[in-house]
């Protein structure tokens, strides 16, 4: 994507931005459920018991989870085990499965997308609060215990294994450091730093995995709103297809080697097909 090609799809996203500020909500987003589930994190052995939760899709559509826009798809596990649909979690509501608690996921985080939208974010910095607020309006009602609050269990996903729980405060403001300043460097001009940007808020934090649960659901309205601060449209999160999918998750295990350049090209795909 050329200089030129991003200063085209920055102009669409100001037209975007317009349209949502307006009451609409842009014809990209998706609000019903995708259907498809995909697996929590796995509580450490050794550690405390999280609470078990399955599969599924929160949000506003084919992207409120991690394959799509800020509430379609699931959680972007890489936990690839067959049994991973059949996990529950204790909430207010009782003991739900995931593909109970799906739908009420997925209206929470519809709210909270308009929110985004709307511009009620614009005057908060980017930094670790604002991800622990996104989180809490998610699931506070749900889960209050846990929401909004950096997890206190270890956890494996797929092969990865997060960071252990007392590291996370200081990962999460380093975090946010360094996108304020990787910010100031790519809001410069419209080129590779920008995507580079939009990378590494992604794969960063889910590599960090700095909640219990509903990770995906949390990055995709985080990255929502730094879309629309950079005049951005709105992108198809999901992955379409399986070869995609698999695409993706090499480009997360690649992410977390803190190496961006899969991811990046996944970015540069997302925006030149709003573009086309």
């Known amino acids: ?33 995708e259907g498809k589930h995909h697996p929590l994190a796995e ?34 596990s890489r936990d690839t085990r067959p049994d ?31 929110s985004v939208l709307a511009g009620d974010y614009e005057k908060h910095p980017l930094d670790e609060w604002l991800l622990l607020d996104l989180h809490r309006r998610i699931c506070v009602d749900l889960v209050p215990e846990w929401a909004g609050k950096w997890r206190d269990i270890e956890v494996h996903v797929g092969r990865l294994e997060p960071p252990p729980p007392f590291q996370l405060p200081v990962l ?55 879309l629309r601060r950079l005049d951005l449209p709105e992108v198809i999160l999901a992955a379409e297809s399986e070869g995609e999918r698999q695409t993706y998750f090499q480009a997360l295990e690649a992410a977390d080697k803190l190496d961006w350049s899969t991811l990046l090209e996944i970015w540069r795909k997302r925006l030149g097909a709003v573009e086309g």
């Open 1 to 33: 994507m050329s200089v030129s090609d991003l200063e085209k799809v920055v102009a669409m996203g100001a037209k975007t931005k317009q349209s949502c500020r307006a009451g609409e909500l842009p014809l990209s987003m998706p609000h019903d459920l």
């Open 43 to 76: 509580p450490d052995a050794g550690g405390e018991t999280a609470p078990q939760v399955g599969v599924d899709p929160a949000g506003c559509g084919a992207e409120h989870g991690l394959r799509g826009r800020a509430g379609a798809g699931g959680e972007d």
């Open 84 to 114: 991973r649909a059949t996990r529950f979690v204790e909430t207010t509501q009782g003991v739900l499965s995931f593909t109970e608690l799906a739908p009420l996921l997925a209206d929470r985080v519809a709210v909270v997308e308009a």
């Open 172 to 226: 999460m403001r380093d975090y946010a450091l360094d996108l304020q300043a990787r910010w100031s460097a790519a809001t410069a001009s419209p080129d590779d730093l920008l995507l580079e940007l939009l990378a590494f808020a992604e794969g960063r934090f889910l590599t960090i995995h700095p909640f219990r649960d509903f990770i995906g659901r949390t990055i995709r309205l985080f990255l929502v709103e730094l």
